[in-house]
């Protein structure tokens, strides 16, 4: 019924406890790296500790199932289910598959350090808030899907633990990466003069968006951008022929470049 898997284990092989229907307690130490196709499957019941995230954030599962806490939900860090998940500041990387499933996790906060977040590392959560400190460099990490974003269900955005609403872009961000706000419950962004590129699905599924400023030096725009909206979203902006051709292929309204932004 329980299972210690020492430091000195570096991987679990493919199948490695499949069917194992009466495991119900599994200690995973630190110096995992792998875990093998479908290791867990079967294993419905099982309550995951771990001692340190930073080492859990570079697993690599390769495939749901690889993930022991995939069924329950149940992944406890120092004995303590974990619903406020805190990224400890020196992770760069969260891999594929850390976090799937997981209904538990509520609140997400993550550090400055994180630069690449892989595919499905939070598919199928419920997480209602996430936290981060430095705008500049969010825009810049690395998000390989739309499930990679744990705002991805229109979880709230706290930037320096004040609840976003209004998300102005600074000046010091040319670029805003794919996937970068998608979900994010947010009404209004308005953007900075030096902003040139949107990255692909950057607000995707952001449903409560209503406007959106965008600078005259806005040069590319990828697909899915904005996406997922009501019929009410609107764009103020200085209409230049590339933004003009845009909204017009979109069939988005613009306002007023001079209107409130309220």
């Known amino acids: 019924k329980s299972i210690n898997i020492p430091n000195s284990v570096k991987q679990i092989g493919d199948y490695a406890f499949h069917n194992c229907s009466s495991l119900e307690h599994i200690d995973i130490g630190k110096g995992l790296k792998a875990i093998g196709t479908e290791a867990f499957i079967g ?13 859990w954030c570079k697993i690599r599962f390769d495939s749901f199932i690889s993930n022991p806490a995939y069924y329950t939900s149940n992944l406890y860090l120092n004995n303590k ?8 500041e020196g992770v760069s990387f969260i891999n594929k598959n850390a976090f799937i499933n997981n209904l538990n996790i509520k609140t997400v906060y993550l550090p400055t350090t ?20 430095d705008l500049s460099k ?6 390989h899907s739309q499930v990679s974003n744990p705002m991805f269900r229109s979880a709230d955005l706290f930037l320096n633990d004040k609840k976003v609403v209004d998300l102005a872009i600074p000046l010091n961000i040319e670029y805003i990466g794919p996937y970068a706000f998608c979900g994010a419950n947010i009404k209004r962004v308005k953007m900075n003069q030096n902003i040139s590129l949107i990255g692909y699905g950057a607000f995707l599924g952001c449903n409560n968006l209503k406007l959106v400023m965008l600078p005259k030096t806005i040069k590319y725009i ?3 951008a904005f996406d997922g909206y009501s019929k009410n979203l609107a ?27 309220n």
Not at 114 to 133: L, P, Y
Not at 138 to 143: E, P, Q, S, Y
Not at 236 to 256: A, F, G, H, M, P
């Open 81 to 88: 289910l974990i619903e406020n998940l805190i990224i400890p």
């Open 222 to 224: 990828d697909h899915l």
């Open 138 to 143: 969010w825009c810049k990490v690395t998000l």
């Open 43 to 55: 294993c419905e019941n099982v309550d995951v500790y771990i001692e340190d995230i930073a080492s």
């Open 235 to 261: 764009f103020k902006c200085d209409e230049t022929d590339y933004i003009k051709t845009w909204l017009k292929d979109n069939k988005y309204t613009s306002v007023n470049a001079t209107s409130s932004l």
């Open 114 to 133: 994180i630069k690449n977040i892989e595919a499905g590392a939070f598919f199928n959560t419920e997480i209602k808030s996430v936290h981060i400190s």
